[in-house]
T-cell receptor, first 113, second 114 residues
Framework: QQQVKQSPQSLIVQKGGISIINCAYE??????FPWYQQFPGKGPALLIA?????SEKKEGRFTISFNKSAKQFSLHIMDSQPGDSATYFC????????????FGTGTRLQVTL | DGGITQSPKYLFRKEGQNVTLSCEQN?????MYWYRQDPGQGLRLIYY???????QKGDIAEGYSVSREKKESFPLTVTSAQKNPTAFYLC?????????????FGPGTRLTVL
């Protein structure tokens, strides 16, 4: 049973544009929502994370927007660069579950020149 | 230089063979995890361990086994009972309760069944 749905599956954005990736979750007990970035042949690396007590978190060009009532959260990449081309995964976890993460299916982002 | 190491990077297995994937961390993390990654399916949890000599099944544990004899090591054995083992395997670790749920991942092992 997939508990975190991610879209789109792939995304092509021009350099300088805004990349937006969306995730929706079902389990209201989730209380931690990280985003991971993965380059081909490498392990994922934590990009940015948010907890449901805030609606937005920004770190450099990366912003998470969180809508608790809609059970949705999204990643915005401002001024997208070719070096941002990677696969992005959203994830969710809940307290008391040994930090287990439930991942979305991933979005392959390509930033063109 | 702290981190997670996985070996080998590439592994080829004949049908009917068991193979063991290595995962070592020097981050002094208590919890360790094994994930399987297939195209279009994201990461799925195989097994996880919160302390030495203890581990729990994840969502897709069938055909796999693990051990946790040392804090820094969490090897994964892919047994012949795993019907479709070709995948990219990722090991991760974290210290629950600190920067909670920040799982650090290793570079992965790509397993191919011949």
């Amino acid at each position: 049973q997939q508990q975190v749905k991610q879209s789109p599956q792939s995304l092509i954005v021009q350099k300088g544009g805004i990349s937006i990736i969306n995730c929706a979750y079902e389990n209201t007990a989730f209380d931690y929502f990280p985003w991971y970035q993965q380059f081909p042949g490498k392990g994922p690396a934590l990009l940015i994370a948010i907890r449901p007590d805030v609606s937005e978190k920004k770190e450099g060009r990366f912003t998470i927007s969180f809508n608790k009532s809609a059970k949705q959260f999204s990643l915005h990449i401002m001024d997208s660069q070719p070096g941002d081309s990677a696969t992005y995964f959203c994830a969710a976890s809940m307290s008391g579950t040994a930090s287990k993460l439930t991942f979305g299916t991933g979005t392959r982002l390509q930033v063109t020149l | 230089d702290g981190g997670i190491t996985q070996s080998p990077k590439y592994l080829f297995r004949k049908e009917g063979q068991n193979v063991t994937l290595s995962c070592e961390q020097n981050l002094n993390h208590d919890a360790m995890y094994w994930y399987r990654q297939d195209p279009g399916q994201g990461l799925r949890l195989i097994y996880y361990s919160q302390i030495v000599n203890d581990f729990q099944k994840g969502d897709i544990a069938e055909g796999y086994s693990v051990s946790r004899e040392k804090k820094e090591s969490f090897p994964l054995t892919v047994t012949s009972a795993q019907k479709n083992p070709t995948a990219f395997y990722l090991c991760a670790s974290t210290n629950p309760g600190t920067v909670r749920d920040t799982q650090y991942f290793g570079p992965g092992t790509r397993l191919t069944v011949l």
